[in-house]
Every structure is written in structure tokens, then in C-alpha cells.
């Protein structure tokens, strides 16, 4: 049990205990309250403490190698949930390409060049080996590891989950298209894609600071993502000596 999980067990069980406690010794409607409301805070409390914190993944490829990842995923989603890909998803995600489709023509190039439509469900024996190659951490920051040095450049957690969801990474590609200097109509549909996916049904406004967005991560400005190697000596982005995991 990491430093966040064990913070937030042990906080929930003492307040939990203690608020029971008091209802034990004292059987009255006041103290009922006082119990309910007790748990609640340490509910909220333990909600809390697992909205925080950043996500290290370590990928193991061999008794040697390691892959190092770091982004600002809370603790209460540091795990390997999005590296698995179950039906359930895929219904959704057809649906949402459904839907998409039927406010415009322009977005079905680049729901295919997101892979978004031919994403293949992950089986039990590949979401085997994913669980046991990939170690997950709840950690205070990225850049206490020492791989993040600017803490401006990843994406927020609610950037994170944009830029991985099914309208962001379509978005990604029509956003690609939209400056294509070389193909005015690629670029117009591109355009078009781009400001559906983007536009707020009930108030008609584009949002730009995803649009931003996703122009910052097309150019690097923005990651996903913090990583590097560990033990293999022709990696161009090896660990620094004083990384922390």
C-alpha cells in the first residue's frame, strides 16, 4: 500500500471508529447526528485525499528495463484501467461516433485516423499481462521524481481525460487537418470536425481553451505524460541518476 492509500485508510478508519463509538456510549437522536455527520466528513475527507497526488506507472519490459510514467492522474484513478479497453467502453464509444455522425459528414476521416472505430477490446489474458508488467503509485507530484522539470507542461488531470477520450482524440486529428496548407478541402473539414466536437450544444460557443489545448499538444507545449528508461543503455531518454520511485 502506497504513502496516499494508507494516508487515506487509516484517516477513514479512525474517524469512522470514533464516530461509532460515540453512538455506542450514546444512544440518543443527538448523537445519531453527530454519528452521521461525523461519517460523513470522514467520508468527504477520504473523497478527498483521493483527488490528489500524481501517477507514477512503471513498466516492467524485461528483469532489466523499466519504463518510467508520470502524469497528473489523482490517486483515486492511478491504475491500469486506462490501458484496458473493455466492451462496455466500446459500446459507448460507438456511440459517441454514432452521434457525432449525425451532426456532420465531416469527422469520418478522422475518426478513422484516431483508431477510435477499430480499437480492439483487450482479452483476459492481455489484461493479465498488462496488471502484472505495470506497477501503479500514488505519488505527491511528478516533478518529486525528477522526470517532470516543467510543471506547466502536463496536462491537467480534466486535460488528461479530454485528450484520451474518444471526441478528444478525434479532435486531435481534425485539429492536424485544419492547417493543412497543401489541401484547402481537407483543411475545411478539418475546420468543420474540429468546432462540432468543440461547440457547446445549448449555448452554440466553440471552447477555445480546448481547442488551445489541443494545439499546445500537437506542438509538444502540452503531455499527456512524463517518461523515461531505466537500464538500458541505448535509450535516448534514460532516467536521471536521482529519480524517485
Given at each position: ?66 519504463n ?5 492522474r ?56 498488462i ?29 488528461w ?22 489541401n ?8 468543420n ?9 445549448v ?9 488551445k ?29 536521482s529519480?524517485?520511485?
Open positions: 500500500m502506497n504513502y496516499f492509500d494508507y494516508k487515506s485508510f487509516l484517516l477513514f478508519l479512525i474517524l469512522s471508529f470514533l464516530s461509532f463509538s460515540i453512538f455506542q456510549c450514546n444512544g440518543n437522536e443527538n448523537t445519531f447526528k453527530n454519528r452521521e455527520n461525523s461519517y460523513n466528513l470522514s467520508l468527504l475527507y477520504f473523497i478527498k485525499i483521493r483527488s490528489e497526488g500524481n501517477c507514477l506507472r512503471i513498466e516492467t519490459k524485461n528483469s532489466d528495463i523499466k518510467i510514467y508520470c502524469d497528473r489523482p490517486m483515486g484513478v492511478c491504475n491500469s484501467n486506462n490501458l484496458i479497453y473493455t466492451n462496455e467502453e466500446k459500446n459507448y464509444r460507438l456511440k459517441e461516433i454514432s452521434d457525432l455522425n449525425k451532426k456532420t459528414t465531416e469527422c469520418i476521416s478522422f475518426i478513422l485516423q484516431s483508431g477510435v472505430s477499430t480499437e480492439k477490446v483487450t482479452t483476459e489474458n492481455e489484461e493479465d499481462v496488471k502484472q508488467n505495470n506497477f501503479y503509485k500514488s505519488i505527491e507530484s511528478c516533478e518529486s521524481t525528477q522526470i517532470a522539470t516543467d510543471y506547466n507542461t502536463l496536462t491537467t488531470y480534466d486535460e481525460i479530454f485528450l484520451n477520450s474518444t471526441l478528444g482524440k478525434i479532435a486531435v486529428m481534425a485539429e492536424i487537418a485544419s492547417i493543412n496548407p497543401l484547402q478541402s481537407l483543411q475545411d473539414k478539418g475546420k470536425c474540429l468546432n462540432t466536437i468543440l461547440t457547446d450544444e449555448t452554440g460557443i466553440i471552447d477555445n481553451e480546448k481547442k489545448l489541443i494545439e499546445n499538444y500537437r506542438n509538444g507545449i502540452k503531455k499527456l505524460n512524463f517518461n523515461c528508461t531505466l537500464g538500458d543503455p541505448g535509450s535516448l531518454n534514460k532516467c536521471s541518476g529519480l524517485i520511485y
